[in-house]
């Protein structure tokens, strides 16, 4: 076990150098390493639990979250959440952001995603709520053997003396140390993602516009109707879409069809969303919790996705149209 939290705290040790260095390449690897070790403790959470339950089999017959312990022993790391909610003093607004954290950790490192303008205030920011939950885990003892050798950096957080006896909350006074260092500020995390929202506004703020002046003379329309047509199209050529017209009986050519679907399906978004959008932004930059700042960023991404998609697509599609023209009439 002491070689386990040696281990642990020797990753985000190396995580917060990575970190320091305020460079997204290095806040990737940052926050690779914090995400790591989050997940090792989350499984040992488990794992002790199972001990335990072994140890005395009379409570496992009556243990009320076998299944979910079953779970966490597995390899579903929301299942690891769902069970250190439970069993480990984790809060649900601890869970909820490291929920979201390990969402974008499986994306820089297995969708490669890069979320440039995000990593380098999101790494710190999970570091220090890493570092603040890890630090309430008391493992059940320390084995320790005369052979075995503590990794270098994890030195500086474990105290040895010439029989090898190691403090018992030398783990959770590392991870205070170390959330210590990183000196994370709320402010700036939040204001980060208030910045990423407003960009990602303004580019939408300008998609709707292209859409609404359309190319030709006399396809000019309002950025309500804009915003419904977009999504009308895209529905036209979706599975979705079309089994919805089925449902309902409907037969006619394309052009009828998106006009149908504008004005019969129901829309999530029938007006254009941009002042709406704006002021929750507003509100994410006005607040003072980074848990709430992020949950409000993610969920605002989440909700929009499939617009924001459909607006890039036709504003590309418009754009991609006026270079033509603008080729055609240069004689290209």
Not at 255 to 260: N, S, V
Request: net charge neutral.
């Amino acid at each position: 076990m002491l070689l386990f939290l040696a281990s642990v705290i020797e990753q985000l040790d190396l995580a917060l150098e990575q970190i320091s260095k305020g460079d997204v390449h290095y806040a990737r690897f940052g926050i690779m390493l914090t995400d790591n070790a989050v997940e090792l403790i989350l499984h040992q959470i488990a794992k002790d639990k199972a001990s335990d339950l072994k140890m005395y089999a009379w409570q496992k017959e009556t243990y009320e979250h076998q299944a979910v312990l079953d779970n966490a022993l597995g390899r579903n790391f929301d299942a690891k959440i769902r069970f250190a909610k439970i069993a480990g003093s984790l809060s649900d607004e601890t869970a909820q952001t490291i929920t979201i954290m390990h969402g974008y950790r499986n994306e820089v490192y297995h969708v490669g995603l890069k979320h440039e303008s995000l990593l380098p205030a999101l790494a710190p920011f999970y570091f220090d709520v890493a570092c603040g939950y890890l630090s309430s885990y008391r493992p059940k003892g320390l084995g320790w053997s005369s052979n075995q050798k503590l990794p270098e950096r994890s030195k500086k957080y474990f105290k040895e003396d010439p029989f090898f006896t190691v403090g018992f909350d030398d783990f959770s006074n590392g991870c205070k140390a170390l959330r210590q260092a990183c000196n994370h500020d709320p402010r700036h995390t939040i204001a980060s993602l208030a910045d990423e929202m407003d960009d990602v506004i303004k580019q939408q703020d300008v998609g709707i516009r292209i859409i609404a002046e359309g190319v030709y003379e006399g396809q000019q329309t309002t950025r309500d109707l804009a915003v419904l047509d977009t999504q009308a199209w895209r529905l036209a050529f979706s599975k979705e879409g079309k089994e919805f017209a089925a449902q309902r009986g409907w037969s006619g050519n394309l052009l009828q069809f998106i006009a149908w679907l504008r004005s019969n399906y129901p829309h999530k978004f029938r007006s254009d969303p941009i002042a709406s959008w704006k002021a929750q932004a507003r509100r994410l930059r006005a607040g003072k919790n980074p848990h709430a700042a992020l949950s409000t960023y993610q969920s605002f991404m989440a909700s929009t996705s499939d617009l924001r998609e459909a607006i890039d697509e036709s504003a590309a599609a418009a754009e991609r149209e006026i270079d033509a023209l603008i080729d055609r009439a240069r004689g290209k």
